[in-house]
């Protein structure tokens, strides 16, 4: 889908930002482009869209060359995201997110039902945020908008240079993990600068890891981890490989699957009987009809609430329960845990279904692996 091919670029003074780098991004693959300041990932992704052009070799999008290609109509058809986002303050979100289309001559109804579509995607209900301006949303809200914008024409290519950067750590996780559902249902082809290396490992398909102007390693984030192509590339992933390596690994992988349950409608006599002192079970999650989480029991609070079985589960329930989706990363999930001083976590997936539970044992079981 994208293939650089030899590209350099050179300001004044004879400065090579960029030295002759090569590489190529399959379609619907995410590629992050990570390195310390000055070490040109931004100059790179610039030249995909012909912000800058390159002063020797190729670009090619879909083996068309892109320097024969008018660079208005090839940005176009290529998203483009930056840090500090550029909304336009005098317009409505809603306009902002327009503004490809209108360029494009899309009709009204069809941009409207795009513009929805797109903050609906983004967790905003359109009726909230349509016509509010820029400056009546948080950093994250604007984010996101300025994401909705970049694929506001539905392009098959997206540039975003440190779009979460200027983001608190909460936020930037949580809108981390919204990109990755979007990606997985809509597979666009991304070009990602950042430089964090946390983040390129959680977010890419592949890492590219550059080092004054130069492509030092270009390769899937499981062997950037444990293969580095050399010291400065071992020394930038950092010493805590081990712990990176959670980030390649959702929870649904290595939960504890089909953990006990019951109906939040039980009777504590049907508790005592799961969570009998022979069963070894001292606690069970609470599931409604369709199996959604409800909350936690403990065979304790069950003793304590009605010895007799005459109470019920949803009268002494404890609702107040941490969960992990299934795709979130073995990281982040263990991250909640230690956070909240949990030794389990549910794991849930669509409609907040209960799927499994993650424990430290299993944990301490992906590092023995990983280690191996």
Not at 118 to 133: D, I, K, S
Not at 326 to 339: F, G, I, Q
Request: net charge negative; aromatic share 6%.
């Amino acid at each position: 889908m994208i293939r650089l091919e030899h590209v350099s670029k050179a300001y004044e003074g004879g400065v090579n930002a960029v030295n002759d780098v090569s590489f190529e991004v399959p379609r619907g693959e995410i590629a992050i482009l990570v390195g310390p300041s000055g070490c040109g990932k931004t100059t790179t992704l610039k030249m995909i869209n012909r912000l800058h052009e390159p002063a020797s070799g190729k670009i090619f999008v879909d083996d068309v060359d892109t320097s024969t290609v008018d660079p208005i109509e090839l940005r176009r058809n290529i998203g483009y995201v930056i840090q500090d986002v550029g909304l336009f303050p005098h317009m409505t979100i809603a306009e902002n997110i327009a503004v490809v289309p209108h360029l494009k001559k899309w009709d009204r109804k069809r941009i409207a039902e795009r513009v929805d579509e797109l903050l609906t995607m983004m967790g905003m209900p359109p009726a909230e945020y349509r016509n509010r301006y820029p400056r009546e949303l948080s950093g994250g809200q604007r984010q996101r908008i300025g994401v909705a914008r970049a694929m506001a024409s539905d392009p098959p290519i997206l540039l975003m240079d440190e779009p979460f950067g200027a983001l608190d750590p909460i936020t930037r996780e949580r809108l981390q993990n919204e990109f990755l559902k979007i990606q997985e249902k809509l597979k666009k082809t991304i070009v990602f600068v950042t430089h964090d290396i946390d983040e390129a490992i959680k977010l890419g398909d592949k890492v590219a890891i550059m080092r004054k102007g130069r492509l030092i390693q270009y390769d899937a984030p499981s062997a950037v981890l444990n293969e580095p192509a050399d010291e400065f590339v071992a020394d930038f992933v950092g010493q805590d490989r081990t712990l990176k390596s959670l980030r390649l690994i959702r929870t649904y992988e290595v939960m504890d699957a089909d953990p006990p349950a019951l109906h939040i409608q039980a009777s504590a006599a049907e508790a005592l009987s799961l969570l009998s002192s022979s069963s070894g079970q001292k606690y069970a999650w609470v599931v409604g009809d369709a199996r959604e989480l409800k909350g936690l029991i403990a065979r304790k609070d069950v003793l304590e609430a009605d010895a007799s079985g005459d109470a019920k589960i949803a009268d002494i329930v404890n609702t107040n329960v941490v969960s992990v989706e299934r795709d979130t990363t073995v990281k982040d999930a263990l991250s909640e845990m230690l956070s909240y001083g949990l030794a389990r976590v549910p794991v849930v997936g669509p409609e907040g279904r209960l799927e499994g539970v993650l424990t430290f044992d299993s944990i301490r079981k992906v590092l023995a692996r990983i280690d191996s």
